[in-house]
């Protein structure tokens, strides 16, 4: 056999188009946007142009997506005479019917040009406006963590431990729909992901408390938590309170700190991973913050404070992640007060909690980021290549069989229905081979394949009946070549292996730039 290799070169790639439709305030909470700028940051790292519409969106929390370099587009507001109760559970938070909005939105992606990739958080939109984007957009992500209405999208994200998950949107989205299903598809910003490179081994003992309950907090269970906590205060016990801009209660509770030497507010920071991982209990919500303390390995007392969180709540109790003590409503300063003595009473259950907290963070598929830049078809000229999936099983074997790519494969036989069935389950499964399919006016020209280690990726290529001898191999290596640049910034280093006997290959390669190395020893050992 003949390894050829290549360097990936620098070259100008396709930016893709991500629209967001989010939108947050104090009713709301701000953690549907928080969660969608982390997902930008992503996409932006990967040369994604971002979009953000919003109807009901402060002025603070504009301001943060203009500083972080996306291009925005404010809906305009209407009286609540004009907001619709009909549909989802929260209709009226979108602040419009969902026929207005659903056409608001389709005139600014008009405007922009149309979208490769929709994302959608928000409680009041389902299948409905879903539906009515269809045309303007390729694909359509929503995130959700509620479960409460029908979808019409290609991507789901709720990011929710539940016990049984993939239970959760049996019949609300497509059979084809891809489900990004718990904690450890996080959208977790860049900040914990750098703290989590330097955790310190937790000890169980609790020397400081991080209180937060989210950026918005209207009924102020941080300062309800704070007045529970005052015996503890004025020894060894120090305590962060974080609030967003949005908290109505900063005057008092900047007063109460300020009496108070070892309690410290923080105002809508951006040391939040920090705090967090420099404190050895956490009192809060299991909203999204859950999964940040988790990335932490931070132990928590939580209460309930909305519908939506009681089942997660409920699960990460018995998966002894946190301390439940139910509804906010009914929870005393004194339960509050005998909570925190109870960890610090037990430091190894205190312990326990935070490696269980650690191991729920284990990601079980590519990083949705991952998933939404590769899954769309990427042009290149007049090619258009897009990954493979189950429904291409049979054209795919069919291809696969044809006796001039049998010749020249590594395996000549012909391949068995069964295990071409199990080859693909496994290629699709595997986030570092890559499967895709590419066309030529609405017709199939080829298959290319791209299996990575490390900064080096393997390339297989053949080419569909029909398609010989019309130039569609080079075109096809330089489609990949130019997907390889948008898709795997990682890999610089292009490999193919080739059959001795293959001239017609051999040929294909060096014409586009692969160099010719050797041929390699290989011995077996007797056994």
Request: proline share 7%.
């Given at each position: 056999m003949t390894l050829q290799a290549v360097d990936v070169l620098p070259a100008q790639t396709m930016a893709r188009r991500f629209v967001f439709r989010v939108d947050a305030s104090t009713e709301m909470g701000i953690g549907h946007l928080m969660r969608c700028l982390t997902l930008a940051g992503r996409l932006h790292a990967r040369a994604g142009h971002i979009h953000f519409i919003t109807r009901l969106l402060p002025d603070v929390l504009r301001a943060q997506v203009l500083a972080a370099?996306?291009?925005?587009?404010?809906?305009?507001?209407?009286?609540q005479d004009g907001v619709s109760s009909e549909g989802p559970a929260h209709a009226a938070w979108l602040g419009a019917s969902w026929q207005e909005d659903a056409r608001q939105t389709t005139e600014v992606i008009a405007d922009i040009g149309g979208a490769d990739v929709l994302v959608v958080d928000h409680y009041a939109i389902d299948r409905r406006w879903e539906q009515c984007l269809r045309e303007q957009v390729r694909w359509i992500c929503?995130?959700?963590d509620l479960a409460d209405r029908p979808h019409d999208c290609d991507v789901l994200l709720d990011q929710n431990y539940f016990?049984?998950?993939?239970?959760?949107?049996?019949?609300?989205?497509?059979?084809?729909?891809?489900?990004?299903?718990?904690?450890?598809q996080s959208l977790l910003r860049e900040e914990f992901r750098r703290e989590q490179k330097?955790?310190?081994?937790?000890?169980?003992?609790?020397?400081?408390?991080?209180?937060?309950?989210?950026?918005?907090?209207?009924?102020?269970?941080?300062?309800?938590?704070?007045?529970?906590?005052?015996?503890?205060?004025?020894?060894?016990?120090?305590?962060?309170?974080?609030?967003?801009?949005?908290?109505?209660?900063?005057?008092?509770?900047?007063?109460?700190?300020?009496?108070?030497?070892?309690?410290?507010?923080?105002?809508?920071?951006?040391?939040?991973?920090?705090?967090?991982?420099?404190?050895?209990l956490a009192f809060g919500a299991c909203g999204t913050a859950s999964w940040e303390r988790c990335a932490m390995g931070l132990p928590a007392i939580v209460m309930v404070f909305a519908h939506n969180?009681?089942?997660?709540?409920?699960?990460?109790?018995?998966?002894?992640?946190?301390?439940?003590?139910?509804?906010?409503?009914?929870v005393s300063a004194a339960d509050l007060a005998d909570a925190l003595q109870q960890l610090r009473d037990n430091p190894v259950r205190c312990k326990d909690m935070a490696e269980r907290a650690l191991a729920l963070m284990q990601a079980t598929d590519a990083p949705i980021e991952e998933i939404l830049s590769?899954?769309?078809?990427?042009?290149?000229?007049?090619?258009?290549?897009?990954?493979?999936?189950?429904?291409?099983?049979?054209?795919?074997?069919?291809?696969?069989?044809?006796?001039?790519?049998?010749?020249?494969?590594?395996?000549?036989?012909?391949?068995?229905?069964?295990?071409?069935?199990?080859?693909?389950?496994?290629?699709?499964?595997?986030?570092?081979?890559?499967?895709?399919?590419?066309?030529?006016?609405?017709?199939?020209?080829?298959?290319l394949r791209l299996d990575e280690d490390g900064h080096?990726?393997?390339?297989?290529?053949?080419?569909?009946?029909?398609?010989?001898?019309?130039?569609?191999?080079?075109?096809?290596?330089?489609?990949?070549?130019?997907?390889v640049l948008a898709n795997r910034p990682a890999v610089t280093h292009l490999l193919a292996e080739v059959l001795d006997g293959n001239v017609v290959s051999h040929q294909l390669f060096r014409k586009n730039g692969y160099v010719w190395l050797s041929t390699h020893y290989e011995k077996r050992i007797p056994r």
């Open positions: 370099g996306y291009e925005m587009h404010q809906l305009p507001r209407r009286s929503v995130i959700d016990l049984t998950p993939e239970l959760r949107y049996q019949g609300l989205v497509p059979s084809e729909c891809r489900l990004l299903l718990g904690p450890g330097r955790l310190r081994q937790r000890d169980g003992q609790i020397r400081r408390v991080l209180i937060f309950y989210g950026g918005a907090d209207p009924d102020n269970l941080t300062g309800f938590t704070l007045n529970a906590l005052k015996p503890f205060m004025g020894g060894e016990l120090e305590i962060d309170i974080a609030v967003g801009a949005l908290n109505p209660h900063i005057a008092s509770l900047s007063d109460f700190c300020s009496g108070q030497p070892l309690c410290h507010l923080h105002v809508q920071t951006d040391r939040m991973a920090e705090l967090m991982a420099a404190a050895d969180q009681l089942a997660p709540t409920r699960a990460l109790a018995e998966a002894g992640v946190v301390l439940n003590l139910g509804d906010a409503a009914s590769g899954c769309l078809p990427f042009s290149f000229g007049d090619l258009l290549l897009r990954p493979a999936n189950q429904s291409d099983a049979a054209d795919l074997l069919m291809w696969r069989n044809q006796p001039e790519v049998r010749d020249n494969s590594r395996t000549s036989d012909v391949i068995d229905p069964e295990q071409h069935v199990r080859w693909l389950s496994g290629v699709l499964a595997d986030p570092d081979r890559h499967l895709l399919i590419a066309r030529r006016s609405g017709k199939p020209v080829g298959v080096v990726g393997e390339v297989s290529i053949y080419l569909c009946p029909g398609a010989y001898g019309q130039g569609n191999g080079s075109a096809l290596l330089r489609a990949l070549e130019a997907w």
